[in-house]
């Protein structure tokens, strides 16, 4: 993968100077071994903090040693000024945890009382505005904060990304998915710049990369990547210019950003003045890193780039689409898995999820835009979608979205794909979540959400969700229990 932050992680130990400095010390050396005898690196600061002078001389090694995202690691009860002064001058992602005590032995003199001082830490972080990353339970054995750490790591990726993302999008956001059209003023509150691009300007790129000398080197990975669903062979050749192209552009306008996404206008006049459909070139920058977004989603874009991050691996973006058809659930879906029918639903894109999260990829067309821009016939200009059933499995379906109001909120909801055939076109895989009923109607209508949501491959609602709230995002939600009533939701019903 590529786009992504490389994450360098430093712990600091802090002390409490009525407490033995050694304590901390031990305690912090200890956590480092547990964390390196799994396989992870952390750059271990030598200063112990105890003061605001100490805290300037780890910032300073911090610095040195290029850590971008940071520990800092109660030993004992700790100086709530100092350490969480730490936090705010280090800028970067931070992550609080404390020792517990190891034994009985130590309670007599070398008790450490940490879990104390992270009462103090917290209050200090809210003082000074510092939205820290503290684990479900942040005190523990060394193994227990070691593993408190191998989670931080990919919040702390996501965190260092939104924060250094540029958001290129090309086209206007199109009246007929209006809610796609969402403010961008919260998004330059998160520290993410948008590039806004005329399709005009797309198109001259584009042609200017004729012949490049470039293309047949993409044409061979594209078939090679495609294999059996190689179909439509005729089209690799304009995929392939559209594909540097896209890459070109991000390199010349980067800008001050390290990472990029893109949110791209794909339809109508698309098709008839590019000549094809770009799914199958927006699925192979995903795959890579670089998510790309139909209808000019800029939220979506956003979304799959922060499940990218957690997860390190390829994400898709997918229409909410339709549901289950009532034959389908009975013969492939009712006592077989423990999901009601309303709990199932059909996640659809005309072809921009990656191959390798697909079944079987197959270059195809796009069957809707044919009929509108070719009368049905022998397609042309609506060939490039990538099509097949996605692939069986866990699933995190989840996005960060500006309101109306200008506001942030989320939602996550955790579920699976199921193994059963969709019999239906596009990039689209029969999904399940439970209580999708209840959050479909208390959420994503309640709330005002578009149709897209970002899809992650596995359960990793824990670290998106540590994310946003890092990111300062107050709202966000998640498919209830039947035992827990939306604010929304009739109790009587």
């Not at 791209?264 to 890579?288: D, H, I, M």
């Not at 999820?353 to 067309?365: A, E, F, N, S, V």
């Not at 835009?369 to 979608?385: F, Q, S, V």
């Amino acid at each position: 993968m590529i786009n992504l932050p490389e994450v360098k992680l430093g712990i600091v130990a802090v002390s409490r100077d009525c407490f033995p400095i050694d304590l901390s010390q031990r305690r912090r050396a200890a956590v480092v071994a547990a964390y390196r005898a799994a396989g992870n690196e952390i750059v271990e600061i030598e200063t112990t903090i105890e003061n605001e002078s100490d805290t300037m001389k780890a910032l300073e090694e911090l610095r040195a040693a290029e850590v971008n995202a940071l520990v800092v690691y109660l030993g004992n009860f700790g100086p709530e000024g100092p350490e969480t002064m730490l936090a705010e001058k280090f800028g970067g992602p931070v992550m609080f945890a404390a020792a517990a005590e190891e034994n009985i032995a130590v309670l007599s003199s070398e008790r450490g009382d940490a879990y104390c001082g992270m009462l103090n830490a917290s209050y200090n972080l809210k003082l000074r505005g510092v939205n820290a990353y503290i684990p479900e339970y942040p005190v523990g054995t060394a193994a227990d904060v070691a593993n408190m750490i191998a989670e931080f790591a990919p919040v702390a990726r996501a965190y260092l990304g939104v924060k250094d993302l540029k958001i290129i999008t090309f086209g206007p956001r199109p009246f007929d998915f209006l809610a796609c059209n969402a403010p961008i003023a919260p998004l330059f509150s998160l520290g993410i710049n948008v590039q806004e691009n005329s399709e005009l300007d797309l198109l001259a790129a584009y042609k200017a990369h004729a012949n490049d000398p470039r293309i047949p080197a993409v044409i061979e990975d594209m078939a090679k990547e495609l294999g059996d669903g190689n179909k439509m062979p005729g089209i690799l050749p304009r995929l392939a210019q559209y594909e540097i192209t896209l890459l070109d552009w991000i390199e010349a306008n980067r800008g001050a950003a390290k990472y990029v996404v893109l949110a791209n206008k794909c339809w109508p006049a698309f098709q008839t003045e590019f000549g094809f459909v770009p799914c199958y070139v927006n699925s192979r920058l995903t795959a890579r890193g670089i998510p790309v977004a139909c209808e000019v989603d800029m939220y979506g874009a956003l979304s799959e780039f922060i499940g990218t991050c957690v997860t390190g691996e390829s994400v898709t973006l997918l229409d909410i689409n339709n549901s289950v058809p009532a034959d389908m659930y009975a013969a492939s879906i009712e006592g077989k898995f423990n999901y009601r029918l309303n709990e199932t639903f059909m996640g659809f894109h005309c072809g921009n999820t990656p191959i390798c999260r697909l079944t079987k990829g197959t270059m195809k067309y796009q069957l809707i835009m044919n009929r509108g821009l070719e009368n049905g016939g022998e397609p042309d200009i609506t060939r490039g979608t990538l099509e097949g059933d996605i692939v069986p499995g866990e699933i995190t379906f989840f996005r960060l979205q500006g309101n109306k109001d200008s506001k942030l909120q989320a939602y996550i909801a955790q579920g699976e794909v199921l193994p059963v055939a969709t019999e239906s076109f596009g990039g689209i895989g029969v999904f399940a979540i439970p209580e999708m009923n209840r959050f479909y109607r208390h959420v994503l209508i309640a709330d005002g959400y578009p149709h897209h949501g970002a899809v992650a491959f596995g359960h990793v609602g824990k670290a998106i969700f540590s994310v946003l709230k890092m990111l300062g995002i107050e709202k966000v939600n998640f498919n209830q229990p039947k035992s827990m009533l939306y604010p929304t939701e009739n109790p009587f019903a």
